[in-house]
Nanobody
């Protein structure tokens, strides 16, 4: 009914940059909060950043100042620009949205994940 598709992951050297994208499609009436989580090997999934439909952003302390989150409501897309990447940013990154469907149901939807590896 609703799906999220992520792209942009890959291998990057420390200090480098990547941009992740997440596109939502399906029976969408509106998208409330859009966000990114990550899960490193052996660790719990954690919030990286999220953004409300009003554009207010929230960042984890570990990425504040290095990552920038933005959204394009017309395209149902959220972008995570990651700069000054560190090896500890290595993880599978998942987008997560709160979506109101055309049937007026509120759903929490996850993407399939995209791997980011920061290594020399």
């Amino acid at each position: 009914q609703v799906q999220l598709v992520e792209s942009g992951g890959g291998l990057v050297q420390p200090g480098g940059s990547l941009r992740l994208s997440c596109v939502a499609s399906g029976s969408i009436f509106t998208i409330s909060t859009m966000g990114w989580y990550r899960q490193a090997p052996g660790k719990q999934r954690e919030l990286v950043a999220d953004i409300t439909n009003g554009g207010r952003t929230n960042y984890a302390d570990s990425v504040r100042g290095r990552f920038t989150l933005s959204r394009d409501n017309a395209k149902n897309t959220v972008y995570l620009q990651m700069s000054s990447l560190k090896p500890e940013d290595t993880a599978v990154y998942y987008c997560n949205h709160l979506i109101v469907t055309t049937a007026m149901r509120l759903l929490e939807v996850w993407g399939q994940g995209t791997l980011v590896t920061v290594s020399s």
